[in-house]
């Protein structure tokens, strides 16, 4: 048990064992007094009783007698006057008489006894009174009659005298003993009373022992309140909450100092009541409510007259009186949270260069312009909603201005032509800015397409007045695709997809067109998109295969190589060209499964013909998209090693769009093909990059002539004929073979003949052909002498 | 060296009634001397009353019981105090009886406590045998706080002789 436990404990019983302890000791103290009381009452008692015994009396009465009996001798003798006989009988009479009328008041006991006899001693005097008379008057007789009178009477009296003296002695001794357990029962009751006054100090000592610590409890729980009541002062004062009590009425009764700064009352100054007013309403849904009213945002103005923006609440708690509720009202000032709020939402959704709305707001305001308006439903589960129309703006030549011109002119076009087209709308009309050069714009209730064209053309013609920034003319344009909602499309995806099928068109119809959208856009997207999962369903069902087209060197009847080309037999369509098929496949994201397939059946057709005894290079084609990776380098190394093929017999044929993309990243793996061992060939060489500085750095095995440049020989062209001497001049100098494709007549063959080039592909030497066919013709070859 | 002798400045007041001093010549008419006072008297003289001389001194009646009676009963007889005014005498005093107790009496009972010289019961002489002839005694139904031991110690009776000191 705990001391504190064990204290409350006694604390408890204390008030009666207080009681206890203070009554046991109040009745040892009277029984002590008592006590003293009763012994002292005997005692003196039994000293009165020895005092007033009449042992005196007895002894005097005796000497009394003796002294008249002597003087009676006298007397007889003639020696004593009668008047002192008479006076000394006087005198013993007297004696006599005293013990006469008994004394009830105190008990004597052999002296009652004596009492009781002094009639009869009275009677015997007055007999001797006689008799003394008859003596003094001669008789002789009556004087031994006295003497004989006296003698029975001083024996009398000299037995009581004895057994008095006896009776004295005894009561003396009782009173000594008596005074010994006096003694005693003295020291008892003083001891009693002792204990007794040392109980009654002990408890008045525990008592106010107990008080002192009551009252320091008192005093702690006093302090702890005013200490905590303080905490929480500090506590609501320091809140940034403004924080305001009142009661039921609407008396306001504390408010904290954020409460007080706000509305610019005086520090310890309690504020104005909310008895009417805007918290007047807050107070009564307060009182009705179990527990805090949800919270509210509101407006409202401080003592400087600022407009602020509150987040506020207030609950009903019950005050000391039970029925006595009040209320506390709480607001947070978010003026400054909402102010944030509404600056990151601005930044959020607009564009920070021209503050148009961006691409985000603009979808939010697409969305919006889509909802049904209330209470005008339409049929077929569409919401009824104001007619509008949606332009993707597209602007024409502004790549060109930055890239000449540089940025910061580029944007100060942006913002102004920006600023034209916003100057083309009305008020509910919304111009946004989604791309980099591409702006949009909802034109709010059109009647119809007329009205849309109308301002696309405006729009346009605003693109392209000309622009003068920083002194510079500057002529640009735009083009924009246009859709109508609701007759071409309900929906946001659908609608900002028709608008970019609109543009794109507009674009390809040349620059400066205003396009609205037609079904037939979407049914040839629609069409490609059939085909691209087609062909990924082809690939995935090895419904791709080779062919192969023979390369031969000029005068030369056994192919030296050959091209390994795509095809793929539509169920429906019949051979869908490679050019159309694998532009889609690799955008759907099947580049490298792609890339593989063709590895893969390649190499394993290279190396069964080797098998057979053929050894024929074969050449594929890869995808610029997988020099932008490593990749090409890891398909190509796992076509290897899958076929065993020997790595000198596999070509592969890049174009030069790869340098575009990421020259770095296509030095380094042209590096790792070239590592391998495989031979590596520059398709379409003379058409697709300009620059030929990478020449200088990256070897080549193979050139092949891009068959632009063939089909122009035979033609008589001298510029032609000049081109490809150059390229095979180039190829020489690099130490790379060169292959003339697209070889198609005798003339161009022998023209190829003349200018000394290496090998040649094309229809007059052989079409891509299976590759039995291939192995055919080779073997004729081997076997023509 | 007894003797008896009449006051000289008594003659002028009390006349026959004046105590007889000793030495003085004796009367024609003996009437029995029942008290003598002695000792610090003036002149050094030893002053012998009778009952008429002592009741001469200034006579009253005194209610009272005592320890040693039942019930209240008159006295009559003379304040103490009367009796050594009368005789120009103070100071304490030993008194005597004829049956030879004798005790001391202070100055002050005479003064402030009132002890009285009783000489009659109901108007009669108190005989001898009823504590005469002069019985001192205190008006202790008066004055309940004399009804002590000591008080009635000095309560002496069949007083013959008082000493003065």
């Known amino acids: ?785 | 060296m007894r003797r008896r002798c009449v006051l000289g400045l008594s003659a002028l007041s009390f006349g026959l009634l004046s105590p007889r001093r000793r030495g003085q010549a004796e009367g024609i008419d003996a009437a029995p001397v029942v008290l003598t006072v002695d000792g610090q008297v003036a002149g050094g003289e030893t002053i012998d009353l009778t009952l008429e001389q002592i009741e001469a001194l200034g006579f009253e009646t005194l209610r009272t019981a005592t320890p040693w009676t039942r019930g209240p009963q008159a006295f009559g007889g003379v304040p103490l105090r009367s009796l050594l005014r009368g005789l120009g005498v103070s100071g304490d005093m030993v008194a005597s009886a004829l049956n030879h107790y004798n005790v001391t009496i202070p100055a002050e009972d005479a003064e402030k406590h009132g002890a009285f010289l009783a000489t009659r019961l109901d108007g009669e002489p108190l005989r001898l045998r009823n504590r005469g002839p002069i019985w001192l005694i205190y008006p202790w139904s008066l004055r309940p706080e004399l009804d002590q031991p000591p008080y009635h110690e000095r309560a002496i009776w069949q007083l013959r002789r008082l000493e003065v000191r």
């Open chain 1, 1 to 785: 048990m705990t001391p504190r436990r064990l204290r409350a404990l006694l604390a408890g019983r204390r008030g009666a064992l207080f009681k206890l302890g203070l009554g046991g000791a109040a009745l040892l103290f009277c029984l002590s007094i008592a006590a003293s009381g009763l012994h002292l009452t005997t005692q003196s008692e039994l000293e009165a009783r020895v005092q007033r015994t009449s042992v005196w009396t007895a002894s005097q009465m005796l000497v009394e007698l003796s002294e008249f009996e002597a003087v009676l001798r006298g007397v007889q003798l003639g020696t004593e006057s009668p008047a002192r006989m008479w006076q000394q009988f006087e005198i013993l009479y007297s004696r006599m008489k005293s013990i006469d009328p008994p004394d009830d008041r105190i008990p004597q006991d052999e002296m009652d006894r004596l009492r009781d006899q002094a009639p009869l001693l009275m009677a015997e005097l007055d007999e001797i009174e006689r008799d003394l008379q008859a003596m003094l008057a001669g008789s002789v007789a009556a004087g031994g009659r006295v003497d004989r009178r006296l003698a029975e009477m001083k024996l009398l009296l000299r037995h009581a005298n004895v057994r008095i003296h006896q009776q004295r002695n005894a009561l003396a001794q009782q009173a000594l003993a008596n005074l010994g357990t006096g003694q005693t029962v003295f020291l008892a009751c003083t001891l009693g009373l002792m204990v007794s006054a040392g109980l009654l100090i002990l408890l008045l000592l525990a008592e106010s022992a107990r008080a002192r610590w009551l009252l320091a409890q008192s005093r702690a729980a006093a302090e702890q309140l005013s200490q905590a009541e303080g905490t929480l002062r500090i506590l609501i004062d320091n809140l940034p909450a403004l924080i305001c009590a009142t009661d039921a009425a609407g008396r306001c009764l504390f408010v904290n100092e954020a409460y007080a700064g706000f509305h610019g009352l005086e520090p310890g100054r309690v504020g104005p009541d909310l008895c009417d007013g805007p918290q007047a309403g807050l107070l009564m849904r307060a009182l009705a409510a179990e527990g805090p009213l949800p919270f509210v945002e509101g407006a409202a103005i401080d003592h400087r007259g600022r407009s602020r923006t509150l987040l506020s609440t207030a609950v009903s708690v019950a005050g000391a009186g039970g029925e006595r509720r009040r209320v506390v009202f709480i607001a947070f000032d978010i003026t400054h949270r909402k102010a944030a709020e509404n600056r990151i939402r601005h930044l959020a959704e607009h564009d920070p260069l021209t503050d148009l709305p961006n691409r985000t707001l603009f979808k939010t305001r697409l969305r919006a312009a889509l909802a049904p308006v209330d209470g005008e439903r339409g049929g077929e589960g569409m919401g009824a909603f104001w007619p509008f129309a949606l332009h993707s703006i597209d602007l024409d030549g502004f790549k060109a201005v930055n890239d000449s011109h540089g940025h910061p002119v580029g944007d100060e076009l942006l913002l102004a032509v920006a600023a034209r087209m916003a100057a083309c709308l009305a008020p509910e009309d919304m111009l946004a800015r989604i791309g980099g050069d591409e702006f949009a714009v909802i034109q709010a209730r059109v009647a119809g397409a007329a009205e849309a064209l109308a301002l696309s053309g405006r729009l346009i013609a605003a693109a392209q007045e000309p622009f003068h920034i920083g002194g510079l003319p500057i002529r640009i344009g735009a083009s924009i695709g246009t859709v109508l909602a609701p007759g071409q499309g309900w929906r946001d995806e659908t609608l900002l997809r028709r608008s970019d099928m609109a543009l794109y068109e507009a674009k390809a119809a040349g620059r400066g067109q205003a396009v609205l959208f037609r079904p037939e856009m979407e049914e040839a997207v629609l069409d490609e998109r059939l085909l691209t999962s087609e062909v990924v369903a082809a690939l995935r069902q090895e419904a791709l295969f080779l062919v192969f087209q023979p390369k031969y060197r000029i005068g030369g009847a056994e192919p030296i190589g050959c091209e390994a080309l795509l095809r793929w037999n539509h169920p429906v369509r019949g051979a869908v060209p490679p050019g159309r098929f694998v532009p889609l496949a690799e955008a759907a994201g099947h580049a490298a499964a792609l890339a593989r397939h063709v590895l893969r059946h390649a190499c394993r057709q290279a190396a069964a013909w080797r098998r057979e005894g053929q050894e024929m290079p074969v050449a594929v084609n890869l995808s610029a998209s997988l020099f932008a990776t490593t990749e090409a380098v890891e398909l190509v190394r796992e076509a290897l090693a899958e076929s065993g093929l020997p790595h000198r017999l596999l070509e592969v044929e890049l174009t030069e769009s790869i340098f575009i993309r990421d020259a770095e990243r296509a030095r380094e793996t042209l590096a790792g093909l070239r590592a391998l061992g495989v031979r590596v060939a520059l398709d379409d060489f003379g058409t697709g990059y300009a620059a030929l500085g990478y020449l200088q750095s990256l070897r080549f095995d193979t050139l092949k002539i891009d068959r632009v440049f063939i089909q122009a020989l035979g033609s008589g062209r001298p510029d032609s004929t000049a081109i490809v001497a150059a390229i095979l001049a180039l190829a020489r100098a690099l130490g790379a073979e060169a292959v003339a494709e697209g070889v198609e007549t005798e003339a161009q063959l022998a023209a190829l003949a003349a200018l000394g080039c290496d090998a040649v592909q094309g229809y007059l030497l052989g079409r891509p052909m299976p590759a039995p066919a291939l192995a055919a013709r080779f073997r004729a070859a081997a076997l023509r002498p």
